[in-house]
């Protein structure tokens, strides 16, 4: 997928800090979801492009997904996603929804768009 190798080789540049096996894993990761036709872990790990058992893929995603040193990097895959989509924009317009889920109002979806 050739969006797929522009987003890799763009993490790659702008994100340094970035471990490049974790970087392989997290594009494996994204290759899966645009199989999946739910996102759950064991669905990413079946659908993994790689020769591995199906048993060895989900655990390789539950890896990923508990990954300490992960969690800390993505703060430099955020400035570096939001430096990139704002960056024709120096004052982008957010604009914010949010609807309840269930009938009493205890849990809400909220979601943000940037208009264009």
């Known amino acids: 997928m050739c969006e797929l190798d522009i987003l890799h080789d763009s993490l790659y540049q ?3 800090e970035l471990h490049l096996k974790r970087l392989n894993s997290l ?13 759950t872990l064991t669905e990413l790990g079946r659908n993994l492009p790689t020769k591995a058992r199906t048993k060895h ?19 430099a895959v ?4 939001a430096s990139f989509i704002c960056s024709g924009n120096t004052m982008p317009i957010v604009l914010v929804d949010w609807s309840d889920i269930r009938e009493q109002k205890r849990l809400m979806v909220l979601r943000a768009l940037l208009q264009s």
């Open 78 to 81: 955020y400035r570096w996603h």
């Open 27 to 39: 594009t494996l990761a994204c290759h899966a979801l645009l199989d999946c036709k739910t996102l």
């Open 14 to 16: 702008f994100c340094p």
């Open 57 to 75: 893929n989900i655990k390789r995603i539950d890896r990923l997904l508990g990954n300490r040193h992960l969690h800390k990097e993505r703060l």
